[in-house]
Nanobody
Framework: QVQLVESGGGLVQAGDSLRLSCAAS????????MGWFRQAPGKEREFVAA????????YYADSVKGRFTISRDNAKNTVYLLMNSLKPEDTAVYYC???????????????????WGQGTQVTVSS
């Protein structure tokens, strides 16, 4: 079982930055593909960013490309999401997800992840 705990959410103004963190349990975190998803009120959960375990290749949704950066620190079992130039439309609950299967293919679909955190709220005011 993998436990994920997100932190770092909050209320900010448009143009501000936030860094989300996701701490994971498990001795083999370095072999997990990790992802961030978000869900705005009344909308479906959507992919935001992902990072592969092998080589650290990163993937982004078009809506956040150039503004958000995903990274990982395997020594700390933690994945981060640095969010710059935040917009009101970034307001959502942000979820961290882990794919423990060791796949070389990094999924951008919810179905590709077996473990989820409880979410952290990000609210961007205009």
């Amino acid at each position: 079982q993998v436990q994920l705990v997100e932190s770092g959410g909050g209320l900010v103004q448009a143009g501000d930055s936030l860094r989300l963190s996701c701490a994971a349990s498990g001795r083999t975190f370095s072999t997990y593909n990790m992802g961030w998803f978000r869900q705005a009120p009344g909308k479906e959960r959507e992919f935001v960013a992902a990072i592969g375990w092998r080589g650290g290749r990163t993937y982004y949704a078009d809506s956040v490309k150039g503004r958000f950066t995903i990274s990982r620190d395997n020594a700390k079992n933690t994945v981060y999401l640095l969010m710059n130039s935040l917009k009101p439309e970034d307001t959502a609950v942000y979820y961290c997800a882990a794919d423990r299967d060791g796949s070389l293919a990094v999924s951008q679909s919810q179905q590709g992840y077996q473990y989820w955190g409880q979410g952290t709220q990000v609210t961007v005011s205009s």
